[in-house]
């Protein structure tokens, strides 16, 4: 997610600015104390090991919480408490605040994946990799251990940025690396079987993207806002899940979550009017519904015990805008699109 420390920045539902002209937005403010049963968070993304619930989201190390029921939460300590070594060749002037990770266990290992922005709004960014043998803190097993960068994005090289990792195993148990946002959109390149690189040679499918009006390695943010991609299967079908539009500005967001499917991984994606995601489409599936959601976004979608569970930010209208954790029942239309009713 494309965001500034303790804050994001630039990304729209309908507004138009840019990354030059939009000056940093405080997105949580971190003396506020933590609320158990209404928590704060930025991009959560979810893992349950036995009867406990782990989120994870941006901040600095990588935010932590858990939870036993979905309704109660407690504070965990961030994931690094130190930045992991390799950012300081890599982006010497990152700054520590960790954005979006995803979670996915594979291989008896809890395997973590991160970005981190040198210049928000820029695509001066890397993403890097960890992986646990468990999540809970108490086992003696608990140890994140860092693997280093996955794939850099370079300013005025680069029409897409390395953020926003995510990652699924397709029907053979190859693991693709889903990634990106805003110019040329979201990626999806093949990893190795032990996820710790890109697998040689590396072949690069583009599966969304906004068509943009701006000029080459013009970096401002008046268009083309796609991010936050989350591919989940379900049935026969891949489904693409990405967020429009602008995230970060309280009850001023506009940040939307659509949809498209493909029976691939590498798509192409079509919307419910057939569409492709290719071309700026997706059918839109997640809003704010003006009462309790200004608007939300950057999702990620488990099954858990039976049941498919939605999980993102939202910007609350009765928290005067700060982002706040959603986690609801993700179920499926007649004909195999997904549906979640805001609470």
Not at 69 to 92: R, S, Y
Not at 148 to 158: A, C, E, T
Not at 177 to 184: A, E, N
Not at 281 to 299: I, M, Q, R, S, Y
């Amino acid at each position: 997610m494309i965001k500034t420390l303790l804050a994001c920045c630039m990304i729209t539902i309908s507004g138009i600015a840019t990354a030059q002209d939009v000056p940093p937005i405080q997105e949580q403010d971190a003396t506020l104390p933590f609320n158990s049963k209404n928590p704060g968070v930025h991009d959560p993304v979810m893992a349950k090991e036995g009867d406990t619930y782990y989120v994870f989201g941006t901040g600095k190390g990588i935010s932590t919480m858990y939870s036993k029921d979905l309704k109660n939460w407690a504070q965990g300590k961030p994931v690094f408490d130190k930045l992991p070594a390799w950012t300081k060749e890599a982006l010497p002037t990152f700054n520590g605040d960790i954005w979006a990770p995803d979670i996915i266990f594979y291989k008896g290992n809890y395997h973590i994946f991160y970005a981190c922005n040198a210049t928000p709004g820029k695509p001066d960014a890397a993403i890097g990799h960890a992986s646990t043998p468990t999540l809970n803190p108490a086992s003696p097993k608990f140890k994140w251990t860092d693997h280093g960068k996955i794939v850099q994005s370079v300013l005025n090289r680069d029409l897409w940025q390395a953020i926003d990792p995510n990652i699924i195993v397709d029907e053979k148990g190859t693991p693709w690396f889903i990634f990106g946002s805003f110019w040329d959109g979201i990626k999806a390149v093949k990893m190795t079987s032990d996820m710790m690189k890109l697998k040689w040679p590396e072949e690069w499918h583009t599966i969304a993207r906004r068509p943009s009006t701006q000029k080459l390695y013009n970096y401002g943010l008046e268009d083309s806002q796609i991010e936050g991609a989350f591919v989940y299967k379900h049935g026969d079908y891949y489904y693409l899940f990405a967020s429009f539009d602008m995230c970060c500005r309280g009850v001023n967001s506009n940040y939307h979550v659509v949809v498209g499917r493909s029976k691939s991984v590498t798509g192409p994606y079509l919307d419910k009017a057939g569409f492709s995601m290719m071309d700026g489409n997706g059918t839109d599936f997640a809003v704010g519904d003006g009462k309790k959601w200004a608007a939300l976004g950057h999702n990620s979608v488990y099954n858990v015990d039976g049941k498919d569970l939605f999980v993102a930010h939202g910007y609350s209208i009765p928290d005067k805008g700060a982002s706040k954790l959603i986690v609801t029942e993700l179920k499926w239309d007649a004909n195999g699109w997904p549906i979640i009713e805001l609470k």
